[in-house]
């Protein structure tokens, strides 16, 4: 997409929920990484669509895709997101809270691999993954299972500021090597009917179909 392109979007879309621009501009200010404006509208608008109810983030921060997702939940929805960082989820519970949104929030302060095999819900309508790049494979053999027919995983960061794209050199760090791999496993998945798209940093989106 070009630069004018995504100017005229940026212009042409409404502006987002006031605390929504509060925390995006906290996040990028405190340089904690958050997903792009366009990935949360995205994530607005699935959830809307799908009616989503039973929603799990993995991976929390400042909660600016809580945010995005909670705002977009319906009466009886319920989000469950996890990450280890208390002082970041303590700034994402106040703003969900400032929003109204604070009792259809649970955050979970553990690291993820710990938790997700003893986690009991089933039947989720979302996963959502943004945690740690080098166990996206694993978030993922662990996620599907909880998801219902039909359900989303949708994950962040799959083009990797352009780095999944370029030829693997010797000297690639940890995370990158992890994200190519990864986006293999994603889209060949047997279990999915999965895509990349060039949304943000790369957004994954793969409905359950098995």
Same mark, same amino acid.
């Given at each position: 997409m070009s630069g004018q392109d995504e100017a005229y979007l940026a212009a042409l879309h409404p502006a987002p929920n006031p605390l929504l621009v509060e925390l995006e501009e906290r996040g990028l200010r405190e340089g904690i990484p958050i997903v792009s404006r366009s990935t949360g509208r995205l994530l607005s608008t699935i959830v809307h669509a799908m009616q989503a109810n039973r929603i799990l983030e993995i991976g929390t921060a400042y909660g600016y895709s809580t945010l995005w997702m909670a705002l977009a939940l319906p009466p009886a929805g319920r989000i469950w997101t996890i990450d280890p960082d208390r002082e970041r989820t303590a700034i994402a519970m106040d703003f969900l809270t400032r929003a109204g949104k604070a009792d259809a929030v649970e955050v979970i302060n553990q690291p993820a691999l710990d938790v997700l095999p003893a986690l009991g819900q089933r039947?989720?309508?979302?996963?959502?993954?943004?945690?740690?790049?080098?166990?996206?494979?694993?978030?993922?053999?662990?996620?599907?299972?909880?998801?219902?027919?039909?359900?989303?995983?949708?994950?962040?960061?799959?083009?990797?500021? &352009?780095?999944?794209?370029?030829?693997?050199?010797?000297?690639?760090?940890?995370? !990158?090597?992890?994200?190519?791999?990864?986006?293999?496993?994603?889209?060949?998945?047997?279990?999915?009917?999965? !895509?990349?798209?060039?949304?943000?940093?790369? !957004? &994954?989106?793969?409905?359950?179909?098995?």
């Open positions: 039947n989720l309508d979302i996963v959502f993954i943004d945690a740690v790049k080098s166990e996206y494979a694993d978030y993922l053999a662990l996620a599907i299972p909880m998801l219902k027919r039909s359900g989303l995983v949708i994950v962040d960061n799959l083009l990797w500021s &352009g780095r999944s794209a370029e030829p693997p050199r010797d000297d690639d760090d940890e995370s !990158t090597r992890a994200i190519r791999a990864f986006n293999r496993i994603f889209l060949e998945h047997p279990l999915l009917d999965a !895509t990349i798209v060039p949304l943000g940093d790369g !957004t &994954g989106i793969g409905a359950r179909i098995a």
